[in-house]
C-alpha cells in the first residue's frame, strides 16, 4: 500500500506520516489506531510483531507435509536438527 494511501484512509498529512515511521513524532492512541485500521491491521501486531494465529497454522501444516515426504534417516536428522535448534541434543 502507498502511503498516501495510508494517509487517506487514516485522515493524516504525509509529512506526520513520514515523522511517525522514521520515529520522530509518535501519535496519538487515536491516530494509531487510525493507522493500525488504514492497514488493516492490529495494534499487537505493529507493536509486537506478532504472528497471527493463521500464520502459525499455515507453517505447521507446512511443516508437517514436508516432514511427511522425507525419508525415516532424513526424518531422523530433522528431529535431530530440531533438537539443536531448541538446545535439547543428549548426543
Known amino acids: 500500500m502507498k502511503q498516501t494511501e495510508v494517509c487517506e484512509r487514516a485522515d493524516i498529512n504525509d509529512k506526520y506520516l513520514s515523522c511517525i515511521e522514521t520515529a520522530r513524532s509518535i501519535p496519538s492512541l487515536e491516530v ?43 526424518r531422523r536428522l530433522c528431529l535431530a536438527f530440531m533438537d539443536l535448534l531448541i538446545g535439547d541434543y543428549n548426543g
Not at 488504514?38 to 507435509?65: F, H, K, R, V, W
Open 32 to 74: 494509531f489506531l487510525r493507522i493500525c485500521s488504514a492497514l488493516n491491521t492490529t495494534p499487537d501486531c505493529i507493536l509486537l510483531g506478532a504472528i497471527n494465529s493463521t500464520d502459525t497454522e499455515e507453517m505447521d501444516t507446512a511443516l508437517i507435509e514436508r516432514y511427511h515426504k522425507l525419508s525415516p534417516e532424513n
